[in-house]
Nanobody, 127 residues
Framework: DVQLVESGGGLVQAGGSLRLSCLAS????????LGWFRQFPGKEREGIAC????????FYTNALEGRFTISIDNAKNTVYLQIDRLKPEDTAVYYC????????????????????WGQGIQVTVSS
């Protein structure tokens, strides 16, 4: 069975950094696009960044590029999201997702594109 398990969240002070991890099992990254999303209370899940499991190419939501960095370790079947200069408004539940198919662009930051999801992990940024 395909599983995605996020880790690395928690409580952090504004200005700090976090690295979220998403360990995948049941499949290998070749042929997949992996993405990170977040969801604020009462809001829809929104895309942050995605990465190709084939060649490591990336695509970011314009407004978030710069503080967020997505990366992948195929040997560990893990995708990461580095978040720097955290702000209280980054407080959300963060999800990783996997989509079978090549990375093509903005569509890879949309929820319907994804076949599998992790359970989500809370990130809370204190001011």
């Amino acid at each position: 069975d395909v599983q995605l398990v996020e880790s690395g969240g928690g409580l952090v002070q504004a200005g700090g950094s976090l690295r979220l991890s998403c360990l995948a099992s049941g499949f290998t990254f070749g042929g997949y696009t992996l993405g990170w999303f977040r969801q604020f209370p009462g809001k829809e899940r929104e895309g942050i960044a995605c990465i190709s499991g084939n060649d490591g190419s990336t695509f970011y939501t314009n407004a978030l590029e710069g503080r967020f960095t997505i990366s992948i370790d195929n040997a560990k079947n893990t995708v990461y999201l580095q978040i720097d200069r955290l702000k209280p408004e980054d407080t959300a539940v963060y999800y990783c997702g996997a989509s079978y198919g090549p990375l093509t662009g903005w569509v890879d930051l949309t929820v319907p594109r994804y076949d599998y999801w992790g359970q989500g992990i809370q990130v809370t940024v204190s001011s």
